[in-house]
């Protein structure tokens, strides 16, 4: 499975943006995707995670503003990102996996398929 996040970018605090990630390759719908990000010299965090049942899971700090979503007829998944925060800046990478257990599935070893990322930086 080949993975392609876009839509990431420069926002000002309080700003939205959507960030969307193709699958190609592969049955896509079968498949766990999931948002991790990296800033700058921090490791990399867990975001957001859905499957093929839409149980969805979030990060604390996402506090309600992003969503998951999941549109198999396009093998695209989104994070839509409302309310950005500075301290949202950050490279987001989109994940996948055909073999994640909801228990794992936050964690970043539990996807084998990655993409490149997508910068998005919030300024104040």
């Known amino acids: 499975v080949q993975l392609v996040e876009s839509g990431g970018g420069l926002v000002q605090a309080g700003g939205s943006l959507r960030l969307s990630c193709a699958a190609s390759?592969?049955?896509?719908?079968?498949?766990?995707p999931a948002w991790f990000r990296q800033a700058p010299g921090k490791e990399r965090d867990f975001v957001a995670v859905?499957?093929?049942?839409?149980?969805?899971a979030y990060a604390d700090f996402v506090e309600g503003r992003f969503t998951i979503s999941r549109d198999n007829t396009k093998n695209t998944v989104y994070l839509q990102m409302n309310s950005l925060k500075p301290e949202d800046t950050a490279v987001y990478s989109c994940?996948?996996?055909?073999?994640?257990?909801?228990?794992?599935?936050?964690?970043?070893?539990?996807?084998?398929?990655w993409g490149q990322g997508t910068q998005v930086i919030v300024s104040s």
């Open positions: 390759g592969g049955t896509f719908s079968t498949y766990t």
């Open positions: 994940a996948a996996s055909s073999t994640v257990i909801l228990s794992a599935r936050r964690m970043s070893t539990a996807y084998n398929y």
């Open positions: 859905t499957n093929r049942y839409r149980r969805d």
